[in-house]
């Protein structure tokens, strides 16, 4: 039968694209876990310069409560520092935030891929369920045909047997 070669063929063709898509799948896998180191970085990052920020902070405040003179020089280094941290701060907040939306898309991609990759298998499996019943088909198919040729053999052995597979004049 001319379905079994063509559910043959979608099997195998389906079975490299699995192939492919596993290797998509597991593409995206490395990415997510690089990203996620990433964003591990950016995050012990923003922690370091919030520390910064608030020790700049606790610094200027410590100055103002001790009670005791301070040059105005020192109040506006304190000051500048605390500028320059919250702007650090800020910076890193930014890039965690960057970070934090490439995990987001690359764990989508992924999410995507497998579902991809699960369609694709569920085909496979429909694919070659098809082929097994073409194949059973096929061998009901045939076992009817020698069953139907063995009853014609055996019909022409008794006909030739008892004289009947000779032709007799017919008047």
């Known amino acids: 039968m001319a379905a079994i070669p063509t559910w043959r063929l979608l099997v195998r063709l389906k079975a490299r ?17 690089e990203c996620e180191a990433g964003l591990e970085k950016a995050r012990s990052a923003e922690a370091r310069r919030r520390s910064v920020f608030t020790a700049n902070q606790q610094a200027l405040f410590e100055l103002y409560s001790e009670g005791r003179s301070f040059s105005p020089d020192l109040a506006l280094m304190r000051k500048r520092q605390i500028d320059a941290s919250e702007q650090d701060l800020r ?26 990759l699960r369609q694709m298998q569920q085909q496979a499996r429909m694919f070659g369920d098809e082929l097994d019943k073409a194949v059973r088909l096929e061998s009901r198919v045939q076992e009817d045909l020698q069953d139907e040729d063995a009853e014609e053999t055996a019909v022409a052995r008794r006909a ?12």
Not at 91 to 116: G, I, K, M, P, Y
Not at 160 to 171: H, T
């Open 17 to 33: 694209h699995i192939e492919k898509q596993e290797s998509v799948v597991a593409e995206a896998l490395a990415s997510v876990r």
């Open 91 to 116: 910076q890193a907040e930014h890039e965690t935030s960057v970070h934090e939306q490439r995990v987001n898309t690359v764990r989508e991609d992924l999410r995507n891929a497998r579902s991809q």
């Open 160 to 171: 030739g047997a008892s004289g009947l597979g000779v032709e007799q004049g017919v008047p």
